[in-house]
T-cell receptor, first 109, second 112 residues
Framework: EDKVVQSPLSLVVHEGDTVTLNCSYE??????LLWYKQEKKAPTFLFML??SGIEKKSGRLSSILDKKELFSILNITATQTGDSAIYLCAVDSNYQLIWGAGTKLIIKP | DGGITQSPKYLFRKEGQNVTLSCEQN?????MYWYRQDPGQGLRLIYYSQIVNDFQKGDIAEGYSVSREKKESFPLTVTSAQKNPTAFYLC???????????FGQGTRLTVV
């Protein structure tokens, strides 16, 4: 059975800290891994990863995929209170999205 | 098991035909949503419903219709008026308007 596991489930840090969120997966036919930031309603697309070892970067956020060890990490440096959200990882397997439970990130001022 | 079920997983239709995508949830959630995802893009909101018997247009409602006759069901009809219907469609639900949403596995619609 396809599954995506995110850790930790929740994380509280202080503004300015760096955080690393994890997403591991076991799927039958991996096509891509996606990261989303969900604040209120529609998740905001962050990254789509298809190749191992190639870091994708957007401002203070970066992500990398390891297809051998079957995981991805999402890094956020110099965190700000606006980074507080649920971060969702999803894996496209056979054209179906398998969702992780999300990591709830709280940034304290 | 509680969750959101979308069906079918894959759907092929001829151009000009209407097609209905199913979304069912047994989480007792009041709010339900339909999104569309195109390659390389984020999710775009089509329609949402905050409570049974009520629904509102999202950002890209043209060419789509929905109904919310039961709390657990929020079917989406892709009509022949939708110019580019081929896409991946995601359904979601949340306890209420202000809580996090949970997503189904999606339906991939291909119109030929």
């Amino acid at each position: 059975e396809d599954k995506v596991v995110q850790s930790p489930l929740s994380l509280v840090v202080h503004e300015g800290d760096t955080v690393t969120l994890n997403c591991s997966y076991e799927v039958t036919n991996f096509r891509s891994l996606l990261w989303y930031k969900q604040e209120k309603k529609a998740p905001t697309f962050l990254f789509m990863l298809t190749s191992s070892g190639i870091e994708k970067k957007s401002g203070r956020l970066s992500s990398i995929l390891d297809k051998k060890e079957l995981f991805s990490i999402l890094n956020i440096t110099a965190t700000q209170t606006g980074d507080s959200a649920i971060y969702l990882c999803a894996v496209d397997s056979n054209y179906q999205l398998i969702w992780g439970a999300g990591t709830k990130l709280i940034i304290k001022p | 098991d509680g969750g959101i079920t979308q069906s079918p997983k894959y759907l092929f239709r001829k151009e000009g035909q209407n097609v209905t995508l199913s979304c069912e949830q047994n989480l007792n959630h009041d709010a339900m949503y339909w999104y569309r995802q195109d390659p390389g893009q984020g999710l775009r909101l089509i329609y949402y419903s905050q409570i049974v018997n009520d629904f509102q247009k999202g950002d890209i409602a043209e060419g789509y219709s929905v109904s919310r006759e039961k709390k657990e069901s929020f079917p989406l009809t892709v009509t022949s008026a939708q110019k580019n219907p081929t896409a991946f469609y995601l359904c979601a639900s949340s306890l209420d308007w202000n809580t996090e949403a949970f997503f189904g596995q999606g339906t991939r619609l291909t119109v030929v």
